[in-house]
């Protein structure tokens, strides 16, 4: 830069000459902010003017990749698509729900919590799957012993998505439950329990979508439709719960390209 053009700009630290101390050390760290400033001077004295990347050619033969999921949904196993007027329903339902959610909010989190619900902290990913799901799912127990059939015994089985429970979730444990429960999906099956929450917390989730819940539904739609084509059983009940957590998210929030074709 020419001397008489940088007379002309603003000095970001315009700083003087100093009167600095004969034993004036650059190296050490600074005791004042005049000696502070100075270094910054040497410092940036000493920064050549260009400065030019050395690039290794061969490390650019190999072009970078980016893993992006694109695909849509699997579809429905044959005879068990949905039609449009069942996804439409459905939709008019679940938006329904949403709307009472939104409206009772305030009067559902005055309500007091048994002395048995103790919700976990948001960060609490092991807690927060247990308390969703109950031991016996998360530890994947094939059965309840008799003593616990005589009662309900909601650490085992895990608590419901109670009212007093969902509205007291802030939009950041709403998102943050969700990814937890559709980790846990992602390598486990299908459950009651887990499909419960998964339309609970759907419930409670704001539009529009921030970018990470965008990316969640769309794997739990993706996921659903995995689980749904290997369903080997044909169990009709837990097809039409995939099949209505497909519909909600892909008609309801817009993610069109999932949604299953009407039969």
């Given at each position: 830069?020419?001397?008489?053009?940088?007379?002309?700009?603003?000095?970001?630290l315009?700083?003087?000459?100093?009167?600095?101390?004969?034993?004036?050390?650059?190296?050490v760290?600074?005791?004042?902010?005049?000696?502070?400033?100075?270094?910054?001077?040497?410092?940036a004295?000493?920064?050549?003017?260009?400065?030019?990347?050395?690039?290794?050619?061969?490390?650019?033969?190999?072009?970078?990749?980016?893993?992006?999921?694109?695909?849509?949904?699997q579809?429905?196993?044959?005879?068990?698509s949905?039609?449009?007027?069942?996804?439409?329903?459905?939709?008019?339902?679940?938006?329904?729900?949403r709307?009472?959610?939104?409206?009772?909010?305030?009067?559902?989190?005055?309500?007091?919590?048994?002395?048995?619900?103790?919700?976990?902290?948001?960060?609490?990913?092991?807690?927060?799957?247990?308390?969703?799901?109950?031991?016996?799912?998360?530890?994947?127990?094939?059965?309840?012993?008799?003593?616990?059939?005589?009662?309900?015994?909601y650490?085992?089985?895990?608590?419901?998505?109670l009212?007093?429970?969902?509205s007291?979730?802030?939009?950041?444990?709403?998102?943050?439950?969700?990814?937890?429960?559709?980790?846990?999906?992602?390598?486990?099956?299908?459950?009651?329990?887990?499909?419960?929450?998964?339309?609970?917390?759907?419930?409670?989730?704001?539009?529009?979508?921030?970018?990470?819940?965008?990316?969640?539904?769309r794997?739990?739609?993706?996921?659903?439709?995995?689980?749904?084509?290997?369903?080997?059983?044909?169990?009709?009940?837990?097809?039409?719960?995939?099949?209505?957590?497909?519909c909600?998210?892909?008609?309801?929030?817009?993610?069109?390209?999932?949604?299953?074709?009407?039969?």
């Open positions: 830069m020419e001397p008489g053009l940088e007379e002309l700009m603003p000095r970001l315009p700083v003087g000459d100093c009167d600095l101390a004969e034993d004036f050390d650059p190296t760290p600074p005791r004042t902010p005049q000696e502070y400033l100075k270094r910054v001077q040497i410092e004295a000493r920064c050549p003017d260009v400065v030019v990347a050395q690039i290794d050619p061969r490390k650019l033969k190999k072009k970078p990749t980016v893993n992006i999921s694109i695909s849509g949904c579809p429905a196993p044959e005879g068990y949905p039609t449009l007027k069942w996804q439409q329903q459905q939709v008019a339902n679940f938006s329904a729900v709307q009472s959610l939104n409206k009772h909010r305030n009067h559902w989190r005055s309500q007091h919590l048994d002395s048995n619900v103790i919700m976990p902290k948001s960060e609490d990913e092991e807690g927060w799957k247990k308390f969703c799901l109950g031991e016996r799912v998360y530890s994947e127990i094939d059965a309840l012993s008799d003593n616990e059939n005589l009662g309900i015994d650490m085992k089985v895990g608590f419901p998505p009212l007093s429970i969902v007291r979730m802030n939009q950041a444990t709403v998102t943050s439950v969700l990814e937890y429960l559709i980790s846990w999906f992602g390598e486990k099956k299908f459950t009651p329990e887990l499909g419960r929450w998964l339309y609970a917390l759907l419930a409670c989730l704001e539009k529009p979508l921030l970018p990470e819940a965008h990316s969640l539904i794997q739990l739609a993706r996921r659903c439709s995995e689980v749904r084509a290997l369903e080997e059983s044909r169990n009709e009940e837990q097809i039409s719960a995939l099949n209505l957590i497909i909600l998210v892909s008609r309801y929030f817009d993610q069109r390209d999932l949604a299953d074709e009407p039969s």
